[in-house]
Every structure is written in structure tokens, then in C-alpha cells.
């Protein structure tokens, strides 16, 4: 199957050309609210579509070959005016931003783009990376100002993980990344596993086995129907609950209260001290309710969602002189008239619709 570029996904990518009367938006500060009573708290930025693995649930490499139709650079929301649109959203209370992509360490000088975001006050700047790029660039991006880092890995069987990478990355070259971000003082680090039934779930042992007592804290999420090119199955989600279970069975857990109000893991901790895990159940347990996230694009599209079917575009305002109480003016309606709460009436059919992709909204 080859997958529709997103440059050809109109309507969601044609430019709202109306722009609200900045008079009509709330006072300046004000907390953005939504239709369901949500508060827009974070902002999640994907800096590239590109990416060097080519994960069976993100990017299958029967879709995204090398000839796949990547955004052009001029496409790309510079900067600069990614840090107009994070300083805009920071005054309507968003209070962390998480760098993202595709794989956000092949954007050119991020840690610039880092260094520029860390000086928002308030704001918590963290990233999250398949780690294969940290050893070099660990250091560089805490002294850029960055907080934490989270990174990805499915699995410890190496030969699994290159099967899963598509790419050929040994797990070896991740466990160095990891190493780097501790010794760069990026912690806690938290580690991602995307469980696929059938596919890596033999490994959530060896993973739990070899996190403990390494003050990471290890995540297990469930493998969503992100996109319209994994070809997601429910029968290849693997509930947390039973994630859960097998863990509790060699080494006992029991359940820790969230960090905050709206925390998407749920946390558990080892009884026996040596550290916490957080299962992640989008599927299963949807938490739309307390869902305060926004994302934005590589190309500067605005997302209410991660299944959205449909952005909202920024850049064009951006490039043809709009000012900032009319940026925040369109912010303001976008997050106002936000009903999105897909995982809670996920169905096969709604999981078969075009969606656009992960690598491109921003995991
Ligand atoms: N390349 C970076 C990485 O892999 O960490 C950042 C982008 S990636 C899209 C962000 C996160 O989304 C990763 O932890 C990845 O495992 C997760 N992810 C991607 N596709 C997913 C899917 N279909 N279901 C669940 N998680 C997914
Ligand atoms: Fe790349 Fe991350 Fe997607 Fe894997 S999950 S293909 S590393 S963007
Ligand atoms: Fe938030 Fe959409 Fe995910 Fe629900 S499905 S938690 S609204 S991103």
C-alpha cells in the first residue's frame, strides 16, 4: 500500500484564510478552555517528518521508502517562527513543550531551536528521541537548556529490535544514547516501548528486568492506530492491564498516585524499592477527558488531536505579516472549539480512516 503524502491530504492542509477579530478573543493571559472544559497545557512540536528507523508502527518502510516525498526545507516552519508560536501559546498556559517529530535530532541545530524555547519562562522543554543520535548531542542540548529527554526502545533482543527498527540499529547503540542523556544530566529519563502483540510483547520481562534499579522509568504503550499506514489491528494491542499482570508476576508491583491532575501514565511502583514503571493505555483506557495537548507541525499546522483528520494553518499567517493578537486570535478559536475525544469512540471504522501520520503530527 502506498500511503497519500501529506501535502496532498487537503482539505485538512488548505489554509483557514479567516482570521478572527482580535477583539473577540479572550483577554489577554486568560486560560485557554475548550468545549469539554479542557485547558491547553501542552505543546508538542515536531521539528522533521524524516526519520532514520523505519518502525513497523510508525513509518513501515514499505510505505516510507527512500523515495518517500518528504517535506522540503522551505516547507518547514523555521525557528523563529516556532518560537513566536510557543511564546504565544506559553501566555494562554502552556506549561510544557516537548520537541518531537519524526526523529527530532536529524533537524539541523536543534539545540538551537532549544536554547531559544528554554528561555520562555515557565515552560518545561523536554524531547523525545529514538537515541541513536544522543551520544553526541546529549551534552549539547542540556547546555542548551534542555530539562529531560524521553527515549524509545521495543525491545532488548537485538535481532527483535532491528526487525522492529527496520533500519538495522542495534539496541546497543540506544542503551549508549541513554547513558549519555543520564551523564548529560537529562533525567529522569523516561523509556518508551510500544507493545505489539505478537511482535515484542516477548520481551516485556527482559525490558522490566533490565530497568529495574536504573532510576529510568520504564513505559509501555499500547500500539495505536495512528496514521493510515501501520495496518493496526486491535488484535495486536496487548491491554496495559495485561502488561501489568505478567510484570506483577515475577517482580510484585502496586499502584502509585499520578505525578499531576491529567498524568497519561498510569504509575507503578516495584514493592520491593527498585523503581516505578508507567503503562500508557490509549486503547484500552482512553484519557481524552483530561487530554490538554496540542500539536504542532513541521509544516505549521495546528492538530486538536492525534487522529485528527484535519490541521489548522498557522504558517500561512505567519509569512504574510499577520500580528500577534491576531495569531493568538485564531489560537484562542482553534483551542475553543476543540470536541476532540477520539480514543473514547475509537471503532474499526473510525481506525480505518485517513489519518495523517505520526511522524508528521508529532508522536
Ligand atoms: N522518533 C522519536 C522517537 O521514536 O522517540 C520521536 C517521534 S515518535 C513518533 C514518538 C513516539 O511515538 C515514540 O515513542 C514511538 O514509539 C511512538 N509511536 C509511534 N507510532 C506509534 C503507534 N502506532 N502506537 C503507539 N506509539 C507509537
Ligand atoms: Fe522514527 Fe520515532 Fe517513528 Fe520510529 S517511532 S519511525 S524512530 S519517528
Ligand atoms: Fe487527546 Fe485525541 Fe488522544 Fe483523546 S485521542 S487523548 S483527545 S490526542
Redesign the pocket.
Known sequence: MKVIPIQQLAPSNAPDTEVPDPASRPAPGEALVDRRGREVRDLRISVTDR?N?R?V??MPREVFGDDYAFLPRRELLSFEEILRVARLFAERGVRKIRI?????LLRKDVERLIEMLARLDGVEITL???GVLLPRMAQRLADAGLHRV???L?ALDDALFRRMNDADYPVEKVLEGIDAARAAGLGPIKV?M?VKRGTNDGDIEAMATHFRHSGHILRF???????AS?G?KMDEVLPSREVVARIDRLFPLEPADPNYVGEVAERWRYKDGAGEIGVIS?VTQAFCSSCTRIRLSTEGQLYTCLFAQQGHDLRTLLRTGADDAQIDAVIARVWNGRDDRYSEIRTAATAAQRKIE??YI??
Open positions: 526519520c528507523f518502525c508502527y510508525c518531537t517529530g519524526g526523529e527530532p523525545t528521541t529514538n524521553t527515549v524509545s521495543d518508551n510500544v504503550i499500547e500500539f495505536m492506530d495512528v496514521g501501520n493496526w490509549s505520526m511522524s508529532g508522536g
